[in-house]
């Protein structure tokens, strides 16, 4: 089984940086995802993490400890539009299925 | 364009109906995927099917039926045994190997008068 947390809501102003973390615990590892999803609107893809370390793309960072079932997204020079939450999800071993996490609430303000 | 393509986006049942949402895939992926999202809350599977004329029930399949005939299409079926069917469904597909992200349609609005 899965069991997946992320902490629910925070606030952050535009051109901050700001970190949303994600814990979890799994029978079976195959990677862990990243999406952003806009209410209303369906996920779309943001990052892929399998090994341990840094991943950059553009203002987005995710960043993976295997060891400690964590991982975090980091969004540089935030934008309003960035107003989102912010969802992780987990590939379990051998069936390509996805457990998602609650989602991270990010409002940013002026 | 290659996508996913859900229908209908917004849909209405009364109480002891059964309704179908389509979906359908154009990206030649094998594995498809149902899931529901409860306001504020995140995705939870409903059904998955890795091939054609193959699925398993995800965490939440009591009150849900799918089918996967053809490899584009896999409905989902909310019988009238889902006590509590009001939310956001979400179809997915992915090409079936590990470390492929999924794709997502558009989701369909389920509202139970």
């Known amino acids: 089984g899965q069991n997946i947390d992320q902490p629910t809501e925070m606030t952050a102003t535009e051109g901050a940086i700001v970190q949303i973390n994600c814990t979890y615990q799994?029978?079976?590892?195959?990677?862990l995802f990243w999406y952003q999803q806009h209410a209303g609107e369906a996920p779309t893809f943001l990052s892929y993490?399998?090994?341990?370390g840094l991943e950059e793309k553009g203002r987005f960072s995710s960043f993976l400890s295997r060891s400690k079932g964590y991982s975090y997204l980091l969004l540089k020079e935030l934008q309003m539009k960035d107003s989102a939450s912010y969802l992780c999800?987990?590939?379990?071993?051998?069936?390509?299925?996805?457990?998602f996490g609650k989602g991270n609430q990010v409002v940013v303000i002026p | 364009d290659g996508g996913i393509t859900q229908s209908p986006k917004y849909l209405f049942r009364k109480e002891g109906q059964n309704v179908t949402l389509s979906c359908e895939q154009n990206?030649?992926?094998?594995?498809m995927y149902w899931y529901r999202q409860d306001p504020g809350q995140g995705l939870r599977l409903i059904y998955y099917?890795?091939?054609?004329?193959?699925?398993q029930k995800g965490d939440i399949a009591e009150g849900y039926s799918v089918s996967r005939e053809k490899k584009e299409s896999f409905p989902l079926t909310v019988t009238s045994a889902q006590k509590n069917p009001t939310a956001f469904y979400l179809c997915?597909?992915?090409?079936?190997?590990?470390?492929?992200?999924?794709?997502f349609g558009e989701g369909s609005w389920l509202t139970v008068v």
């Open positions: 099917s890795q091939i054609v004329n193959d699925f």
């Open positions: 999800a987990v590939e379990d071993y051998g069936n390509n299925r996805l457990a």
């Open positions: 799994t029978s079976g590892f195959n990677g």
């Open positions: 990206l030649n992926h094998d594995a």
């Open positions: 997915a597909s992915n090409p079936g190997t590990v470390g492929n992200t999924i794709y």
């Open positions: 993490n399998v090994l341990d």
